[in-house]
């Protein structure tokens, strides 16, 4: 789901809530049923609101979550096994070495994989 469609139901749920708080019956002409929520009200209704706004919390919550993620990967360091030289992802297109087009390699375990590399 999208981060607009997780406000938009936050704020929604949280409306449903005060709505529950201000007026605590509500009719419904088309089931010609009341719901009396006036014993509950606060529980039903403070729940709904806290609710509602963690739906709003989390969107913004995982929006810096994946905004960190792209800055960490931006961040994180590639190294070419021929050249030998690191470079950041981030200024690497599809991953090969701007220098030599090598397929670049993550930086842990690079030289595990490459002991011969060690004493150049
Ligand atoms: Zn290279």
């Given at each position: 789901?999208?981060?607009?469609?997780?406000?938009i139901?936050?704020?929604?749920?949280?409306l449903?809530?005060?709505?529950?708080?201000?007026?605590?019956i509500?009719?419904?002409?088309?089931?010609?049923?009341?719901?009396?929520?006036?014993d509950?009200?606060?529980?039903?209704?403070?729940?709904?609101?806290?609710?509602?706004?963690?739906?709003?919390?989390?969107?913004f919550?995982?929006?810096?979550?994946?905004?960190?993620?792209?800055?960490?990967?931006?961040?994180?360091?590639?190294?070419?096994?021929?050249?030998?030289?690191?470079?950041?992802?981030?200024?690497?297109?599809?991953?090969?070495?701007?220098?030599?087009?090598a397929?670049?390699?993550?930086l842990?375990?690079?030289?595990?994989?490459?002991?011969?590399?060690?004493?150049?």
């Amino acid at each position: 789901m999208r981060r607009i469609s997780y406000i938009i139901l936050g704020v929604l749920i949280g409306l449903f809530g005060l709505g529950i708080l201000i007026n605590p019956i509500i009719y419904h002409t088309g089931l010609r049923y009341q719901f009396d929520f006036t014993d509950v009200r606060w529980p039903f209704g403070g729940g709904l609101i806290i609710l509602g706004a963690f739906f709003i919390w989390s969107s913004f919550r995982k929006k810096a979550i994946e905004t960190e993620k792209t800055s960490r990967d931006e961040k994180k360091v590639l190294m070419c096994p021929k050249c030998i030289k690191p470079f950041y992802k981030k200024d690497c297109e599809d991953l090969k070495c701007p220098d030599c087009q090598a397929p670049l390699e993550e930086l842990s375990g690079f030289y595990e994989r490459h002991p011969e590399l060690k004493n150049r």
